[in-house]
């Protein structure tokens, strides 16, 4: 078989096995089941990936490398607000297509996973959360965003809700639950605290002038 054969056949297994994933979990399906979709021996299967712990590894890495590389391409707007918002949009993308965030669904079972694909679900997730602290920083230094607390506690919340949401919306088949969690967040980063300006050198709110009657 040509490198660009083999190549092409990890390529489709690892696809299907991602779709799996995403719909069933890892624990619900076996090569057997990879077999019959790409019409394939399960003897390839093994000389591509000796054991499922080794094409779950391999999954977790390309799913890995695949949302960073949607992350730098999320780089180029400008905005903060824009960047957030190209982000849920990630999660939107995934909910269309009928599926779940695949290291989300690996996070379920991550007590039966082996410790390669352990350590490649948590370097998701941690990857993931630096980005946002570095967006949010960035964004509330500009005066673009305003919330309270530091980046990183609020880019573990923003995960951990759209996850969250992500589940739910999944579970009960109402895509406008992900929407409405995901506006609700993204509003209350971008929206200004209420009341009236403080003076920047005393530290008091301004006087307003007395209209006369």
């Known amino acids: 078989m040509s ?11 690892l696809d299907v096995a991602e779709h799996l994933v995403q719909v069933r979990g890892y624990n619900a399906f076996s090569y057997a089941d990879v077999s019959a979709a ?11 990936f000796a054991t499922k712990a080794d094409l779950g590894a391999a999954l977790v890495e390309r799913y890995r490398r695949s949302f960073l590389a949607a992350l730098a391409a999320i780089e180029e707007a400008p905005a903060a607000g824009e960047r957030l918002g190209r982000y849920v949009g990630l999660y939107r993308s995934v909910l269309r297509r009928q599926r779940m965030c695949m290291c989300g669904m690996l ?10 694909m352990r350590r490649g679900v948590a370097r998701f997730f941690t990857e993931n959360e630096a980005w946002l602290a570095r967006v949010l920083a ?6 673009e965003l305003h919330f309270a607390g530091a980046p990183a506690a609020i880019a ?11 589940l739910v919306s999944r579970g009960s088949g109402e895509p406008a639950h992900l929407d409405a969690v995901a506006s609700l967040l993204l509003a209350s980063i971008a929206r200004r605290p209420p009341g009236r300006a403080v003076s920047p050198r005393s530290g008091r709110r ?8």
């Open 3 to 13: 490198p660009r054969l083999d190549r092409d056949t990890v390529d489709r297994i």
């Open 38 to 48: 790409l019409g394939i021996r399960k003897a390839s299967l093994h000389h591509h």
């Open 107 to 116: 996070a379920a079972d991550i007590a039966t996973l082996p410790a390669p």
């Open 138 to 143: 960035a964004g509330r230094s500009r005066g």
């Open 156 to 166: 573990a919340f923003l995960v951990s809700a759209l996850e969250g949401a992500l």
């Open 206 to 213: 301004p006087l307003r002038p007395r209209h006369r009657r």
